[in-house]
């Protein structure tokens, strides 16, 4: 490329943005933004090489919409003579996760094949694996055009040079064709002008006597050496310093061949690329700021769970413990409420708490053994008010027997839920809603009926599809992002169930039938032999946490079960009761202030001869798996989240021995 610089160059290598979780929707945006103004025709693929998302200048220049693009539609657009190369040489550098560099034509929207360098660069993580592709394309057809002319002019009259002369004038590129002595014999304007020099003074001089540098001049006469030797072209990439200031220019070296196959001249185009690369260092910035950010909604995530257990844990424990003193009624019922849905909240955030499930979609099942019946009877009421508040009539009908089912009770609760709701959601006023559960063949089956609206035929087929919602033309969208029939499907075959919707057209209602296979008849005499009341052990019980109002309603709680239960409220002090008092099970919690944390009163109580066989059990708002194995380490023998649930602290206590584990 004859341009002359004295500055070192210090281009960077192409990154991207890796996915950026849709808690981030502005720095998300302004990526896209970004790769929209860009001037090339950008993309990103999968790993695989499908390919996910362009900018809008692919669309503008193809024509096309995502839905004909994602995947391998793109193939559409390249001419066929070149795809079977394309996909070879496409397909080597996703096996190989080397760069990936190409020129091929592009079908523009008019049907004119355009040539396009495309390039691709892979987007790693921190552990080296690829994670996306990102490529460019950059549309080079003037560029081809321009040095294909170039070698028609050496053999022309200087007549007909004029002519093209007055054709490239127009271009912003630059073009130019060396001699076989490194001399130039054509500059376009835009060359001439960067220069500063008239025609008669630049043409027939070569590099150095232009005034490049020597490490420059050399190296272009190194580059036209290989074009000639090898009659291939070349590519390269330099900064210049100019009036306007710093620039970094792309260039092509292009053998000019004579009718007998030599080459005659060497042919050179040059273009601007610094707007791309300033893009390419802002996408790179913006990579560096997402994964920060990435970095940074972990933690606060944790954080956040942790914060939201300690006053949970004050409402459950509370709540159940005043629940055993109720004298009336309607309070006695309310205070369940609020009960079941603080559990319910709880187990929430533990979900949030597993990014890792969330992004790989995946949900985790906690599996008991559970009435569906109580769950169906308990959920209904608890929609009871939404229902009613629509002006709806709400008819339960359940069979007046158990049916126990193994699976996850907020799940299970929330399957219900949604369908309640859905069914609320598209009924007038006035209209009415049944819910009824029946046995049959060994299966809790569950209908959920209502005078809505009714779907279509088409609409049925595509009901539990993710982010479907009803047709716009029916003018009862009322928000939402149309997951929760999809919810519903993914969480009852996670059970080992079915989901089935009906309806006999628009405007005759819907129906949604569940059904769920029951636990096995030995499963269900064991466990309620098992629920009927077996005698407790008495044991001797240390709690040491920096709230009260964690300990007190808990203390009450296991007083009431015949334990004797002694508060402590820092790390050292209860280190000192533990040794005191030498307690059958010791319950931490982890974040304890003062000179030592939870970690280190187990591994302190492990080393002391009196509580080395005292049965540890962690409790914390810190409910990640790192969290758990690190508590397991320091030698505790269980791991529980804040809020406890007290029924299963009662069972972990219920197997063990005085002075000793379970």
Same mark, same amino acid.
Not at 160 to 187: N, W
Not at 282 to 288: D, W
């Given at each position: ?81 070149? /795809?079977? !190369? ?41 552990? %080296? ?44 590129? /630059? ?46 006469? !190194? ?10 072209? +070349? ?25 007998? %196959? ?47 257990? =300690? ?65 169906? !009877? ?139 296979? /029951?636990?096995?008849?030995?499963? =269900? ?18 709690? +040491?946490?920096?709230? !009260? ?40 919690? +982890? ?5 030592? =944390? ?65």
């Amino acid at each position: 490329m004859p341009l002359s610089d004295r500055s070192k160059d210090d281009r960077g290598e192409v990154a991207h943005p890796t996915q950026v979780q849709e808690a981030l929707p502005d720095a998300e945006q302004q990526f896209r933004t970004l790769a929209d103004g860009i001037p090339q025709l950008a993309w990103m693929a999968r790993p695989d090489g499908w390919l996910f998302w362009y900018n809008q200048r692919w669309y503008d220049y193809t024509g096309t919409t995502l839905e004909q693009m994602e995947g391998w539609g793109w193939r559409d657009v390249h001419d066929p003579a070149e /795809l079977d !190369r394309v996909m070879s040489s496409w397909q080597a550098a996703l096996r190989s996760g080397e760069p990936w560099d190409d020129t091929f034509p592009l079908r523009r929207h008019d049907g004119e094949m355009r040539w396009h360098l495309s390039r691709a660069m892979p987007v790693r993580d921190e552990s %080296g694996t690829i994670v996306r592709w990102f490529g460019t394309n950059t549309d080079i057809t003037e560029r081809r055009r321009a040095v294909e002319e170039l070698a028609r002019l050496k053999e022309e009259s200087d007549q007909r040079r004029r002519v093209y002369e007055a054709a490239l004038a127009s271009t912003p590129d /630059l073009i130019y064709v060396f001699d076989l002595d490194h001399r130039f014999t054509f500059a376009n304007q835009a060359l001439l002008a960067m220069w500063g020099k008239s025609w008669d003074e630049a043409i027939g001089k070569t590099c150095l006597e232009l005034g490049y540098p020597q490490w420059h001049a050399e190296m272009h006469d !190194r580059e036209i050496e290989q074009v000639i030797a090898t009659k291939r072209p +070349i590519r390269g990439e330099v900064p210049f310093n100019s009036t306007g200031g710093r620039r970094v220019y792309d260039y092509i070296f292009s053998p000019v061949l004579g009718a007998d %196959g030599e080459v005659v001249a060497v042919a050179g185009s040059t273009r601007d690329v610094t707007e791309r690369q300033q893009a390419e260092q802002a996408i790179r910035e913006q990579a560096e700021q997402l994964r920060e950010a990435d970095r940074r909604k972990d933690e606060f995530l944790a954080t956040l769970g942790h914060e939201l257990r =300690n006053p949970l844990a004050s409402i459950v424990n509370a709540a159940e413990a005043m629940a055993r003193d109720r004298e009336h009624k309607s309070d006695g019922e309310m205070l369940e409420i609020v009960e079941r849905q603080a559990r319910h909240m709880s187990r929430l955030i533990d979900d949030l708490l597993d990014v890792a499930r969330i992004a790989r979609g995946k949900i985790l099942l906690r599996a008991e053994r559970l009435d569906f019946a109580e769950i169906v !009877r308990e959920t209904a009421e608890d929609h009871r008010r939404e229902v009613e508040d629509a002006g709806l009539m709400l008819a339960v009908e359940i069979l007046n027997r158990s049916l126990w089912v193994s699976g996850d009770r907020t799940r299970l609760a929330q399957v219900v839920g949604n369908l309640l709701h859905n069914a609320a959601k598209f009924t007038d006023s006035g209209g009415r809603i049944e819910v009824s559960l029946a046995l049959e063949r060994q299966q809790a089956v569950l209908r959920i009926r209502d005078s809505g609206l009714g779907m279509s035929a088409e609409m049925l087929a595509r009901i539990f599809v993710p982010f479907n919602q009803a047709d716009a033309s029916l003018a009862r969208s009322r928000g939402g992002l149309g997951l929760g029939l999809a919810l519903v499907k993914g969480l009852v075959e996670l059970h080992g169930g079915t989901v089935a919707a009906k309806s006999e057209g628009l405007g005759s209602g819907s129906e949604f039938l569940i059904r769920l296979p /029951l636990t096995s008849l030995t499963e =269900n005499a064991s466990t309620e032999q098992h629920d009927g009341g077996h005698e407790r052990t008495q044991l001797r019980i240390l709690a +040491i946490d920096d709230r !009260r109002d964690i300990l007190r309603p808990m203390q009450v709680l296991l007083t009431r079960d015949g334990h004797v239960v002694e508060l402590v409220t820092d790390g050292r002090a209860g280190f000192d009761a533990a040794r005191r008092l030498m307690p059958d099970v010791v319950i931490c919690d +982890i974040g304890l202030p003062g000179e030592m =944390n939870g970690h280190d009163v187990a591994r302190a109580l492990r080393q002391t001869p009196e509580t080395t066989a005292t049965f540890l059990i962690a409790l914390t708002g810190y409910g990640q798996e790192s969290d758990r194995q690190a508590a397991l380490a320091a030698g505790f023998d269980l791991h529980l989240t804040k809020p406890i649930d007290i029924r299963a602290l009662r069972t972990v206590l219920a197997g063990v021995t005085p002075n000793g584990r379970s």
